[in-house]
């Protein structure tokens, strides 16, 4: 079983910066690993992805140029550094974890673990 616990987030003010993390258990670089955001109610999103071995990224429209998504396989650990927030941005995010894939992209039905989540807020 896979255990994903994110933490980072919280409470900024538009233009600031936040860097999530995400600590997973097990092999983690038998993973593919994303990022995905929850607002209230709307639905799940997809924010940004990652390879195993960190070659391979890509972003939703909303995050790219903005924030970067990063691995450390020696600590297990995922990251999203978010960079110029927008109110806009507010919401639950959530890591998520596809083992023995390459790459899971973007498609929520592709990974089958995920944490609980962390809390970010942007105020305007």
């Known amino acids: 079983q896979v255990q994903l616990v994110e933490s980072g987030g919280g409470l900024v003010r538009t233009g600031g910066s936040l860097r999530l993390s995400c600590a997973a258990s097990g092999p983690f670089t038998t993973y593919s690993m994303g990022w995905f955001r929850q607002a209230p109610g709307k639905e799940r999103e997809f924010v940004a992805a990652i390879s195993k071995i960190g070659d391979t990224t890509d972003y939703a429209v909303s995050a790219k140029g903005r924030f970067t998504i990063s691995r450390d396989n020696d600590k297990n650990t995922l990251y999203l550094q978010m960079n110029s927030l927008k109110p806009e941005d507010t919401g639950v995010y959530l890591c998520?974890?596809?083992?023995?894939?390459?790459?899971?992209?973007?498609?929520?039905?592709?990974?089958?673990?995920w944490g609980q989540g962390t809390q970010v807020t942007v105020s305007s």
């Open positions: 998520a974890a596809r083992p023995s894939v390459k790459y899971a992209g973007r498609f929520i039905a592709n990974y089958n673990y």
